[in-house]
C-alpha cells in the first residue's frame, strides 16, 4: 500500500534519520595518521549502504515530502562529518572539503527556500554520483589495504568528487535559473 506523500512516520525515512543519528559514529571510529581501519570501513560500508536501503523502501512504498528533503541531508550531514573527521586526522587536505561543504551547505540551504514554495528539487543523476565519488573517496581513505599505500587513488577519487561537486552545484545554478526566467 503506498504511503501518503504528505507522512513523516515511514520505514525509509526511519532509516534515513537512523543514518542521521548514526553520522557520530565516524568521529569515534575513523583512525588517526592515515592508517586504516577494518571497524571504519565496516562502519562506513554499512552507512553508504543504508542510503540504498532507504530510497529502495521509498520506491517499494512511496516517497513522501519529509523523505525528499531528509535524504540528501543525511547524505550531505555523513560526507562532511566523515571528511571533517579526515582532515581533523591530518588524512584530508581542508581545500577539496571545503569546496564540498561550500556547495552542499549552498544547495541545502536553496532546497530549504524552494521547498518552502513547495517545490521538490530532487537529486540529479550527476549529484548522485557525486554523492557516490564523495563516499567511496572516504572508504578508500580508511580501507585498510588503500588508505597509506595507494593514497594516490583515494586523493583521486576525492578531487574527482570535488569536480562533481562543483559541476552539479552549477547545474541547480542553472536549473534556478531557467525556472525564474519561465
Not at 554523492?131 to 597509506?148: E, H, K, M, N, W
Amino acid at each position: 500500500m503506498p504511503v501518503d506523500p504528505n507522512a513523516i512516520a515511514t520505514w525509509a525515512n526511519a532509516v534515513t534519520v537512523g543514518r542521521i543519528l548514526c553520522s557520530p559514529l565516524v568521529f569515534v571510529v575513523f583512525p588517526d595518521g592515515g592508517k586504516g581501519s577494518w571497524i571504519a570501513l565496516i562502519t562506513w560500508f554499512l552507512l553508504c549502504v543504508s542510503d540504498g536501503f532507504d530510497g529502495y523502501l521509498a520506491r517499494r512504498h512511496g516517497t513522501t515530502r519529509a523523505g525528499a528533503f531528509l535524504d540528501p541531508l543525511a547524505d550531505k550531514i555523513l560526507v562532511l562529518s566523515a571528511m571533517f573527521t579526515l582532515v581533523s586526522r591530518d588524512i584530508f587536505w581542508i581545500l577539496p572539503v571545503l569546496i564540498i561543504a561550500a556547495r552542499e551547505v549552498a544547495i541545502s540551504m536553496y532546497r530549504v527556500v524552494v521547498g518552502a514554495k513547495g517545490v521538490s528539487m530532487p537529486a540529479s543523476r550527476l549529484a548522485k554520483f557525486k554523492t557516490l565519488f564523495q563516499q567511496l573517496s572516504i572508504g578508500f581513505a580508511v580501507f585498510p589495504f588503500v588508505a597509506d599505500e595507494m593514497r594516490w587513488f583515494w586523493l583521486s577519487l576525492l578531487w574527482i568528487a570535488v569536480a562533481l561537486t562543483a559541476v552539479s552545484g552549477a547545474q541547480y545554478l542553472w536549473r534556478a535559473q531557467r525556472a525564474v526566467e519561465a
